[in-house]
């Protein structure tokens, strides 16, 4: 199929060089129509020499969402960049207000739609704390389990998007296969293959079944091989290791100071893990080593989170062998009205430190609900990372934070 | 729950504390007002008695009567997580100290309470809207800012919405907005 300059039916197109951009199609310009209305949008939105903005998004298959970025670059090197956000605002705090403490369990799984079980748990840990619940011992287990299986499937995606930004179109397509068997089994349990709406205050939905255990099983027998070969297919492939080895490095100051958490900070060196630090659920009880690098750059920020998976799958076998019996959900009144107060509840998901806060007044309906999400964090680290790579590197160093937009967006 | 914590604490700033420090699970409770929480937030961050140098979450709160702004922090040397409210700023013009200075990473947290409830962060380089448009006018997380489905307290304030079919006759903004002394 040829294309003409001319374009269809009398639109000029814009690969017409007798076209003059600007009167005829518009002027596509990222700079703002107002003053610059703080320090940093005027330092930059002035233009030094050589120097042009490129607008990134908010539709492009490499931003992990809607996420907008206005790039300011030198040729081929971005020297800085701005990020905009709020194409995916959906006023998840604000709609919370006006739900039910069990309503708002339905708001809080399309935050981080790929990891929807760390998205409820935060949310139902805090709302447990303000009614003084104590989950059973089988609940906090299945929960363990299955957000455990939730990490592995978060993982495996990163693995094939973190592939895709840099140009690889086969490890997505592997991931996507190692996440269907996950999201299968899950869907088993919970009923839904992503946005689970599993968790309950007090408990979980639904018992494990026959089903859920016959596939799980039979996964776990494979798991291991299958995510072996994987691993092999990106690990030694040697334009993969060169292309992310030294790219966007971060010092543990910085990282720290950034208010990262999770693997990103892990990664430059800080074996900071929720699980230990602060433990929650019946995590004493379980063994799982902390997978820490040192190096601080896209490939450790990678490594760390293929060791994760190693870790998970530890954690799962355990949470087979020791599952307690008992009730799965406790016993609490339909209408639920804490008492007035606050809680915080945070949680290690697979991007970082999840966390939700929650200010009850007595009534029915949570006063306010804070969700804290690290990939909110993380893209803040984008603006440090990014200036002094070249724009096909840069969207590999937002690759490696793994940021999810809607979690970023709320 | 950490009583020497909370032992530590009331020694440490005892006179710049607005309320009592409460305790409950696992975390601790601090209310100061807005002109120590520069102080007392650099104290926690740099004293080694308190090490407090995680920034777990900074939010805003609009309680219907101020608005307040909410620190967690984590440290290593207690096993509770600590809460900071920085409380009584007016609803009309919130200020409070930014704490960009210690946490860069702070900036895009007070960048959004400014956004959705219109408290100034003095000293943050960046404080413009993150999620809504930049010619935005309201703060949507304010109590004063009523959705349209919000039946039972939106007298038609805040979104307008074509059908207004469920504004209750009497109602004004002053007796809808919810309020909590919590």
Known sequence: ?410 | MDPALRRRLERRFGERLTGPIRQRHDETELRIGAGDSGEVIRALHDEPEFGFTFLADLAGVDTGTTMQVVYHFWGASTPDWLRLVVDGLPRDDPRVPSVTALWKGAEWMEREAYDMFGITFEGNRDLRRIYMPPDYQSFPLRKDFFLADDAARSPGAGVRHMEQTHAPRNATPAATIRRTRA
């Open chain 1, 1 to 410: 199929m040829t294309t003409t300059t001319r374009g269809r039916k009398g639109h000029a197109s814009a690969d017409d060089p007798r076209v003059m951009l600007d009167e005829q199609i518009g002027v596509f310009e990222p700079i703002p129509p107002y003053p610059p209305r703080t320090e940093r949008e005027a330092e930059f939105y002035t233009l030094r020499d050589g120097e042009m903005f490129i607008n990134i998004g908010p539709q492009h298959p490499s931003t992990h969402g809607v996420l907008r970025i206005v790039l300011k670059i030198d040729g081929e090197n971005v020297v800085d960049l701005d990020p905009v956000l709020g194409y995916l605002h959906r006023g998840v705090e604000k709609l919370c207000e006006n739900a039910d403490y069990h309503q708002a369990i339905c708001y809080l799984d399309p935050l981080e739609y790929v990891s929807s079980l760390f998205c409820e748990w935060p949310g139902v840990m805090a709302f447990e704390k303000l009614l003084d619940v104590e989950v059973p011992r089988r609940a906090e287990y299945i929960r363990v389990l299955s957000s455990e299986l939730n990490r592995v499937a978060s993982h495996a995606l990163f693995m094939g998007w973190m592939a895709l930004d840099l140009g690889g179109l086969t490890p997505i397509l592997w991931s996507f296969i190692e996440r269907d068997e996950i999201v299968e089994m899950l869907a088993s349990l919970t009923g839904q293959r992503m946005l689970f709406n599993y968790f309950r205050i007090g408990g979980v939905n639904g018992d494990l079944n026959h089903e859920f255990m016959s596939r799980l099983g039979e996964w776990m027998s494979r798991a291991t091989t299958q995510i072996e070969a994987n691993i092999g297919l990106l690990n030694e492939n040697e334009i993969f290791v060169r292309r992310m080895r030294g790219l966007g490095t971060m010092d543990s100051e910085t990282a720290l100071r950034m208010c990262m958490s999770g693997p990103n900070l892990r990664a430059t060196g800080v074996p900071f893990d929720l699980r230990r630090a602060h433990p929650y659920s019946v995590f004493p009880e379980l063994e799982f080593d902390i997978p820490t690098r040192t190096e601080g750059d896209c490939l450790a920020r990678y490594l760390v989170r293929l060791e994760e998976v190693k870790q998970s799958l530890k954690i799962i076998d355990q949470c087979l062998n020791n599952m307690p019996d008992g009730p799965i959900m406790a016993k609490l009144p339909r209408l639920l009205r804490p008492r007035p107060g606050r809680a915080y509840a945070g949680i290690e998901g697979p991007r970082g430190q999840y966390a939700a806060y929650v200010v009850s007044d007595g009534t029915d309906q949570p006063f306010r609900m804070r969700i804290h999400d690290p990939s909110y964090l993380h893209l803040q680290s984008v603006g440090l990372l990014m200036p002094g790579h070249l724009i096909a590197d840069a969207m590999a160093v937002m690759a490696s934070l793994d940021p999810i937009m809607g979690g970023v967006d709320k």
